[in-house]
């Protein structure tokens, strides 16, 4: 287990990029132009998880499309924003919404529309492949790749540092 050099009780509020991050960085096009994308249930099942513990989750996505939206409502996120040209703006405006303070937040990006954001957050988190320039301004690389455990990754090293991971009667329920 890799270890995170921030103090995770800190944190109260993680924003994910979507593509790359919760997602594969490939994505597949069908013929008629839609996109087919992958959610990992290990990923899945630490975001509900960390809903129900308490901590705000956000997306912050540049993506054009929602085909992932009812997969992510289902988990119940509800800060679900698409269509993000300049992530900054969203993100300050989510941290206003719930009263968060740098401090308290983790962003979690890949690539160079995520920088911005990460470098308003707290803890800047980054999936083992995500870009160089990606990395040159994160905190944390996760082992993980994209699409593949790096939400889970982070989610359970925090719950962990607060005493929150696999503990209580609801703790092996989805
Ligand atoms: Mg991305």
Redesign the pocket.
């Known amino acids: 287990m890799s270890r995170i050099l921030y103090d995770l009780t800190l944190i109260r509020g993680i924003a994910f ?5 919760l997602s594969s ?1 490939t994505v597949a096009v069908r013929e008629d132009g839609t996109l087919q994308r992958h959610s990992n249930v290990k990923d899945g099942f630490a975001l509900q998880y960390a809903v129900r513990h308490g901590l705000h989750i956000a997306i912050i ?1 540049g993506a054009k499309d929602e085909s992932m939206l009812p997969g992510y409502r289902s988990l119940g996120l509800t800060d679900i924003f698409f269509h993000c040209d300049h992530k900054t703006a969203r993100m300050e405006a989510w941290m206003a919404s719930h009263g968060l303070t740098r401090e308290q937040v983790a962003f979690v ?3 160079i ?2 920088i911005p954001p990460m470098q308003l957050a707290g803890l800047a988190v980054v999936p083992a492949d995500a870009s160089e320039e990606a990395k040159a301004v994160a905190s944390y690389i996760s082992p993980c790749l ?1 699409g593949a455990g790096v939400a889970r990754d982070l989610i359970s090293q925090i719950l962990r540092a607060q005493g929150l991971w696999m503990t209580g009667p609801d703790a092996y329920r989805w």
């Not at 990029?17 to 991050?21: F, K, L, Q, R």
């Open positions: 990029d979507m593509d790359g991050v960085s996505s990006g890949d690539d529309p995520d994209g």
